[in-house]
C-alpha cells in the first residue's frame, strides 16, 4: 500500500475516536464533579442518592429489556453467557483488575470495585455504546457518542457521590471498549441489522437490571459474569435469520 494511503488511513483512524475521547473526560470531569460533593454528605444522603440510582438503573434496563423480538434467544442467551463467564471468572478478574487500581491509587474506599465495575458496565452496556461508536468508525459522525459523554459525565456525578473513586476508573474501560468498537466500526456494521441489535438491546437490559439490583442491595449478582451473554445473543440471532427462522 503506498505511504499516502498508508498516512490516509491512520489520520481517518485518529480522527474516529473523537467520540470516545470526549466521553472518557466527560466521566472523568463528573466523576471529580461527584467526588467533590460526595465528600460533603452524610452517610444517610449517600445512601439515598444510590437507591434512586438502583431504581433509575431498573427503569433503563427494563426499557431496553422490552426490545426483545425473539424471547428464547435473550434467554438462551443470558444461560449459556452466563455459564461461559462463570468458567472464565469474568467476576473475579475485573474485581481483581479494580483491586489492582485500588492498590495503585492508594485508595481508601469501600466501595472503589463496586463503583468501578458498577460504572463500568452502565457506560459500556447498551444501544448508544454500540450504534454510536459504530456510526463514528464507519462515517467519523460522533453525535450519538456525544450525546452519549453528556449522559455519562452526569451519571458518574451521582455515581461518584456515592460510590467513590472508582467511578472514574471507569473511563479507562471505556477508552478501551469503545475506543474498539469505533476502530472496528465497519467490520461491525452488521450489528446495527435491526433483528441483531433488538436482542443485543435487550440482552445488555437485563444486565442493566441486574446492577439495579446490586445497588439496591435486593441481591448480589456477578453481573459481569453474564457479559458473554452480550456476544451469544449475536451468535444466536445471526444463525437464526441464517436457518431463516
Not at 15 to 24: F, K, L
Not at 31 to 48: F, W, Y
Not at 56 to 62: A, H, K, P, Q
Not at 79 to 92: P, Q, S
Amino acid at each position: 500500500m503506498p505511504d499516502c494511503q498508508i498516512a490516509q488511513l491512520q489520520g481517518v483512524a485518529g480522527a474516529s475516536v473523537r467520540g470516545t475521547i470526549v466521553n472518557v473526560i466527560a466521566v472523568l470531569v463528573g466523576s471529580g464533579i461527584g467526588l467533590a460533593v460526595g465528600d460533603r454528605l452524610p452517610e444517610r444522603l449517600q445512601r439515598i442518592i444510590t437507591t434512586g440510582l438502583g431504581l433509575s438503573v431498573l427503569l433503563i434496563g427494563g426499557q431496553m429489556a422490552l426490545k426483545v423480538e425473539n424471547m428464547l434467544v435473550v434467554i438462551a442467551s443470558m444461560v449459556l453467557g452466563g455459564v461461559i463467564g462463570e468458567l472464565l471468572g469474568i467476576e473475579a478478574g475485573l474485581e481483581r483488575a479494580g483491586e489492582w487500581l485500588k492498590t495503585r491509587t492508594r485508595s481508601g474506599s469501600g466501595t472503589f470495585v463496586t463503583g468501578y465495575v458498577t460504572a463500568s458496565l452502565v457506560f459500556c452496556v447498551g444501544p448508544m455504546t454500540i450504534v454510536g461508536s459504530i456510526q463514528e468508525g464507519m462515517s467519523g459522525n460522533p453525535d450519538i457518542i456525544y450525546t452519549k459523554s453528556m449522559l455519562d459525565g452526569a451519571a458518574s456525578v451521582a455515581f461518584a457521590s456515592s460510590l467513590g473513586v472508582g467511578v472514574s476508573f471507569a473511563a479507562i474501560t471505556v477508552l478501551i471498549l469503545q475506543g474498539a468498537l469505533t476502530l472496528l466500526g465497519r467490520q461491525l456494521a452488521f450489528l446495527l441489522r435491526p433483528e441483531i441489535l433488538n436482542e443485543l438491546t435487550a440482552t445488555g437490559g437485563l444486565l442493566i437490571l441486574a446492577i439495579g439490583l446490586l445497588l439496591l442491595d435486593v441481591k448480589r449478582l456477578r453481573v459481569a459474569n453474564l457479559l458473554p451473554a452480550l456476544a451469544v445473543a449475536v451468535l444466536l440471532t445471526a444463525v437464526r435469520l441464517s436457518l431463516g427462522w
